[in-house]
């Protein structure tokens, strides 16, 4: 059975830090490229952070670059999403993705919100 499942959203001050995981099960992880989307009320799901399969390859959305980072471990089976200098525009529920060629996975989201 596939999983993932997220954690770490919450409620972070503008200025703050959070720390997203992503822990997949129930298929080869080390063979998926990993993202994480985020969905703001009234908006449509955009891309935030994308790494490829082995790491090699990161891509970021212009809005939170410098700001945010994903990374994975292969070993671990996770991937996180450390976000830095937080900004009430962030706040979005926030979905892992697991993709290779035409499959895909969806965690079920965490939301966050950066609020004073």
């Known amino acids: 059975q596939v999983q993932l499942v997220e954690s770490g959203g919450g409620l972070v001050q503008p200025g703050g830090s959070l720390r997203l995981s992503c822990a997949p099960s129930?298929?080869?992880?080390?063979?998926?490229?990993m993202s994480w989307y985020r969905q703001a009320p009234g908006k449509e799901r955009e891309l935030v952070a994308f790494?490829?399969?082995?790491?090699?390859?990161?891509n970021y959305a212009d809005s939170v670059k410098g700001r945010f980072l994903i990374s994975r471990d292969n070993a671990k089976n996770t991937v996180w999403l450390q976000m830095n200098s937080l900004k009430p525009e962030d706040t979005a529920v926030y979905y892992c993705?697991?993709?290779?060629?035409?499959?895909?996975?969806w965690g079920q989201g965490t939301q966050v919100t950066v609020s004073s």
């Open positions: 993705n697991a993709a290779r060629g035409i499959f895909g996975f």
């Open positions: 129930g298929f080869s992880f080390s063979t998926y490229d």
């Open positions: 790494m490829s399969s082995a790491g090699g390859r990161t």
